[in-house]
């Protein structure tokens, strides 16, 4: 089946380096995607990997490695801002034009 | 920027009841989604769109149908509402594969 895992919840401090991991299992694979979602908000898109390596993005890096079905998203530079839901997402695995989501990593961030 | 706009931000609805959700976007896009969000379980994909008159079933269909006339215009349908299918639903559209999904603020949906 297809599955993606992150962790729940993840702490840091304002101002410091976080990093959250995606580790998924699909039959198919066509990228990897990062959105961002504050409490009562709507998701918003990050950042998306389709090939090995490190994108970035001002603060936020995204990183895949597809041998491994593993990628992570790096914030660096914390600010209380960035507290919020992080979910990472794959694509392609029956049909090219869905993705599925991770149940996402809740980022508490403090002063 | 681009503009998802959901019909309703907060909805309370009986058991029974047929149901529309209704969500528009600006920008042409070929793909729409429905999705439900629940805590602890992500979004979890109900129905998609690629175009006009088409849709494939997602992950979760049971008891929801979809319906996309127009290329702006996709509604989510509960044939006859339970109360498991509280929840807040989000609605999506993108331009094409693996292209960003752009999101609307979501319906809050309570079945009494």
């Known amino acids: 089946g297809q599955s993606l895992e992150q962790p729940s919840e993840v702490t840091a401090v304002e101002g410091a380096i976080v990093q959250i991991n995606c580790t998924y299992q699909t039959s198919g694979f066509y990228g990897l995607s990062w959105y961002q979602q504050h409490d009562g908000g709507a998701p918003t898109f990050l950042s998306y990997?389709?090939?090995?390596g490190l994108e970035e993005t001002g603060r936020f890096s995204s990183f895949l490695s597809r041998s491994d079905s593993y990628g992570y998203l790096l914030l660096q530079e914390l600010q209380m801002k960035d507290s919020a839901s992080y979910f990472c997402?794959?694509?392609?695995?029956?049909?090219?034009?869905?993705?599925?989501f991770g149940s996402g990593t809740r980022l508490s961030i403090r002063p | 920027d681009v503009k998802v706009t959901q019909s309703s931000r907060y909805l309370v609805k009986r058991t029974g009841e047929k149901v529309f959700l209704e969500c528009v976007q600006d920008m042409d896009h070929e793909n729409m989604f429905w999705y439900r969000q629940d805590p602890g379980l992500g979004l979890r994909l109900i129905y998609f769109s690629y175009d006009v008159k088409m849709k494939e079933k997602g992950d979760i269909p049971e008891g929801y149908s979809v319906s996309r006339e127009k290329k702006e215009r996709f509604s989510l349908i509960l044939e006859s509402a339970s109360t498991n299918q509280t929840s807040m639903y989000l609605c999506a559209s993108s331009l094409g594969v693996m292209q960003p999904q752009h999101f609307g603020d979501g319906t809050r949906l309570s079945i009494l």
């Open positions: 990997n389709a090939l090995d």
């Open positions: 997402a794959v694509g392609g695995y029956s049909s090219a034009s869905k993705i599925i």
